[in-house]
């Protein structure tokens, strides 16, 4: 078992002992009691958080983050772009499950591998890139929420709009990609 694991299932058996403490007496916590249990959980959750930062930080999980994220990105913005440019032809009830088929898996992916990037580009480009990737993602909800309600000129203005913010999260991913690509000490 890891060290994430194990820190996790103290936490765990820390409140729960926790809660146990506190209801033994309706009127009164045993402090003496509940103290240690509560210093044996700092620990427990500072243990877990340090384990995490380390594995976040893992080279390899951050080379596969990465290529997960400039794949989800190149995904996400050429199906935007496909579908872009057949708005004429999409039917406004249909856009809403064609967003699901074609963007809900990458962008799904997007987030979850997300935090790599922090480690990698720094906060500032991390804030950056996600900046434009957030404002994207609630166009497409936009798109999904008109198609629902059959509004047409919303779908249209709404996916160009999608695609103008991924195109901008693209670029900015790239160019931070290639700068830590050209650091000495990248991975």
Same mark, same amino acid.
């Given at each position: 078992?890891?060290?994430?694991?194990i820190?996790?299932?103290?936490?765990?058996?820390?409140?729960?002992?926790?809660?146990?403490?506190?209801?033994? /007496?309706?009127t #009164?916590?045993?402090?003496?009691?509940?103290v240690?249990?509560?210093?044996?959980?700092?620990?427990a959750l500072?243990? %877990?958080?340090?384990?995490?930062?380390?594995?976040? @930080?893992?080279?390899?999980?951050?080379?596969?983050?990465? #290529?997960?994220? /400039?794949?989800?990105l190149?995904?996400?913005?050429?199906?935007?772009?496909?579908?872009?440019?057949?708005?004429?032809n999409?039917?406004?009830?249909?856009a809403?499950?064609?967003? /699901?088929?074609?963007?809900?898996?990458?962008?799904?992916?997007?987030?979850?591998a997300?935090?790599?990037? @922090?480690?990698?580009?720094?906060? #500032?480009?991390?804030?950056?890139v996600?900046?434009?990737f957030?404002?994207?993602?609630r166009?497409?909800?936009?798109v999904w929420s008109a198609?629902?309600?059959g509004?047409?000129?919303?779908?249209?203005? %709404?996916?160009e709009?999608?695609?103008? =913010?991924?195109r901008?999260?693209r670029?900015?991913?790239?160019e931070f =990609?290639?700068?830590?690509?050209?650091?000495?000490?990248?991975?």
């Amino acid at each position: 078992m890891s060290t994430k694991t194990i820190s996790l299932l103290v936490i765990m058996a820390v409140f729960l002992a926790g809660a146990f403490i506190s209801v033994l /007496d309706p009127t #009164q916590i045993n402090w003496t009691w509940f103290v240690p249990v509560l210093g044996v959980g700092l620990v427990a959750l500072y243990i %877990y958080k340090k384990a995490h930062h380390v594995e976040a @930080k893992a080279s390899h999980r951050l080379s596969g983050n990465l #290529q997960i994220l /400039d794949t989800s990105l190149a995904n996400i913005l050429g199906n935007l772009e496909a579908l872009n440019a057949d708005s004429e032809n999409l039917p406004v009830y249909e856009a809403r499950f064609e967003i /699901d088929r074609l963007l809900r898996e990458d962008l799904n992916h997007f987030a979850n591998a997300r935090e790599s990037m @922090k480690h990698v580009f720094g906060l #500032q480009n991390y804030a950056d890139v996600m900046s434009a990737f957030a404002a994207g993602e609630r166009y497409i909800n936009r798109v999904w929420s008109a198609s629902t309600d059959g509004y047409v000129e919303e779908v249209r203005s %709404y996916l160009e709009r999608a695609t103008q =913010q991924f195109r901008e999260a693209r670029s900015l991913f790239a160019e931070f =990609q290639q700068q830590y690509q050209s650091t000495p000490s990248s991975v």
